[in-house]
């Protein structure tokens, strides 16, 4: 049996936090897919297309791992693809509530899939998308916590 993990997201944009848990999750599965979740209630700096764009590079270089987009559930679209896992990243004690709930649903609507959470290097707990797109459109450095080619693409916004 192939062992897939869906690690989904907003990532708007993807960050070197995502990054840090895709390498983390990786060797413990044989695919891994990450997720754009299209949530029609959220409004992104970033397309799905151009957030699709921006993963594709940020893991061009990585075996086994693909880029998706889904809306509507989440473990429909994990069953969809034959996944047995959703990996989350657990940054802070403050995102554990939040991630229970949503774990528990998860169980709840579909409970073969597990889901599994990773502790990101503390160097990036304190980092999310909203924070690193305050900076970069502040005129702020983000070059050590985006893949390089999301630090381009946000600097185009903010000269927009
Ligand atoms: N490094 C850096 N930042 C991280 C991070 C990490 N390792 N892990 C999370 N974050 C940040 C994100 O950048 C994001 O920041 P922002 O709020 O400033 O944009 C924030 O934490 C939230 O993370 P994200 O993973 O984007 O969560 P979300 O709440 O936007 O989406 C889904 C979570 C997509 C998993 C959830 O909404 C979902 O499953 N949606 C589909 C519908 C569904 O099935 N609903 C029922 C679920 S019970």
Redesign the pocket.
């Known amino acids: 049996m192939t062992r897939h993990a869906i690690y989904?997201?907003?990532?708007?944009p993807v960050?070197?936090?995502?990054l840090?848990?895709v390498r983390r999750c990786r060797p413990l599965f044989d695919r891994v897919t990450v997720?754009v979740?299209v949530?029609p209630s959220?409004h992104p700096m970033f397309s799905v297309s151009e957030r699709l764009q921006m993963l594709s590079e940020t893991f061009a270089e990585f075996d086994h791992v693909e880029v998706a987009s889904?809306?509507?559930?989440?473990?429909?679209f994990a069953r969809d693809r034959q996944a047995q896992a959703?990996v989350?990243?657990l940054?802070a004690v403050s995102?554990f509530e939040?991630e229970l709930?949503?774990?528990l649903?998860?169980r709840r609507?579909a409970g073969t899939i597990e889901t599994i959470f990773l502790m990101?290097s503390e160097e990036?707990t304190y980092?999310?998308?909203?924070?690193?797109?305050g900076v970069a459109l502040a005129g702020g450095d983000v070059s050590s916590l985006v893949p390089p080619g999301v630090e381009t693409l946000l600097k185009k916004k903010a000269h927009r």
């Open positions: 989904p997201g907003s990532f708007d960050t070197n936090g995502h840090d848990i997720a979740a949530n959220k889904f809306s509507g559930l989440l473990v429909n959703i989350r990243g940054r995102d939040y709930q949503m774990a649903m998860n609507l990101p990036y980092l999310s998308s909203s924070i690193i797109k």
